[in-house]
């Protein structure tokens, strides 16, 4: 069976970030999501395997949130398998 991935932008606010993040997540089809700047520029990145949600998580998002609490905007990058 071929897997095909796709990839989504999101463009949010940098205090919304942690939220779009949890809420992609729990669709259940993504497999990596990345983060990028107002320049584009990819400021964090981490895969999401399938079973590591939740506690395991905590710290990513932790990070993330502090990350990117300064920032007006951020976009969000998500690949997905189809």
Do not use: Y
Request: charged share 25%; with cysteine; aromatic share 2%.
């Amino acid at each position: 069976m071929n897997e095909q991935n796709r990839t989504e932008e999101f463009s949010v606010n940098g205090d919304q970030v942690v939220e779009k993040v949890k809420q992609l997540i729990k669709e259940g089809n993504v497999r990596r999501v990345i983060i990028k700047n107002e320049k584009g520029e990819s400021i964090m990145e981490f895969p999401v395997t399938a079973g590591v949600v939740g506690a395991l998580l905590l710290p990513t998002l932790a990070a993330l949130g502090a990350a990117v609490a300064l920032m007006a905007q951020c976009t969000i990058a998500v690949e997905r398998r189809d």
